[in-house]
């Protein structure tokens, strides 16, 4: 693909920035029932897929729906950290036309091997951020990264391969290195149109996925 990453589904409005996002973090250090989430967190929207359709993809064992507070505790049980080998526990829920997978403690989401399966024929934005303060942030059409950045391990604009795609998007949002966690957030919601609420987040119902392990 080629040209401005400018997105396709006729974006209108104000464009989200990293203040935007400060609702998220800004408890960080209070615990709370979220406290968790905050702390360490993956989640991925994919265009045009159901939560059926992301079960399938990642080869996951379907669980009952669960709200986000039973997700959470979940995804700290033996539920989403089985005793034996490791799994991808994650809840997925539907808002328009894109599948929201949720992932507390999770990864699933910035493997591009996982990833490229999910966005086959389509888009997918995903973006992490661990206990250890770890982040990741990835966009893939159709199988093919079109932006991949791990600003904790090194300088963000160092990542050449990614400057033109990058710039575009950083420039649209207002790009913050210190709040690079809303930042992301920020991202994503530009080039999938979702707004992420604690609304959106609370009220949701999460159909639940343990999906294999994969390195990848």
């Given amino acids: 693909m080629t040209g401005s990453v400018i997105t396709d589904w006729q974006h209108v409005g104000v464009i989200a920035t990293a203040a935007d996002y400060a ?3 800004y408890n960080r250090f209070v615990y709370d029932a979220y406290t968790d989430l905050r702390d360490a967190y993956c989640f991925t929207l994919v265009r045009g897929l159901t939560p059926e359709q992301v079960l399938a993809r990642t080869g996951a064992e379907r669980f009952p729906p669960v709200g986000l ?3 959470i505790k979940a995804a700290f049980s033996d539920l989403g950290r ?3 080998g490791y799994s ?3 809840g997925v829920t539907l808002v328009d036309d894109w599948a929201f997978v949720v992932e507390p403690n999770g990864f699933m989401g ?3 091997g996982v990833a490229g399966r999910l966005s086959a024929g389509t888009r997918l934005v995903s973006h992490f951020r661990n206990v250890n303060g ?3 942030f990835l966009w893939m059409e159709d199988g093919q990264e079109r932006l991949a950045l791990e600003p904790s391990f090194s300088d963000i604009e160092s990542y050449n391969a990614w400057e ?3 710039s575009e998007i950083g420039r649209h949002v207002g790009f913050d290195a210190d709040h690079s966690c809303e930042s992301f957030f920020a991202m994503a919601e530009y080039l999938t ?3 992420v609420t604690p609304e959106l987040l609370e009220q949701s119902v999460y159909l639940c996925g343990v999906a294999p392990y994969s390195r990848q």
Avoid: A, N, S, Y
């Fill in 23 to 25: 609702w998220f973090t």
């Fill in 69 to 71: 507070k039973g997700l």
């Fill in 82 to 84: 089985p005793r034996t």
């Fill in 88 to 90: 991808h526990f994650f």
């Fill in 110 to 112: 910035v493997m591009p």
């Fill in 134 to 136: 770890q982040e990741d």
């Fill in 164 to 166: 033109e795609e990058f």
């Fill in 193 to 195: 149109g979702v707004k």
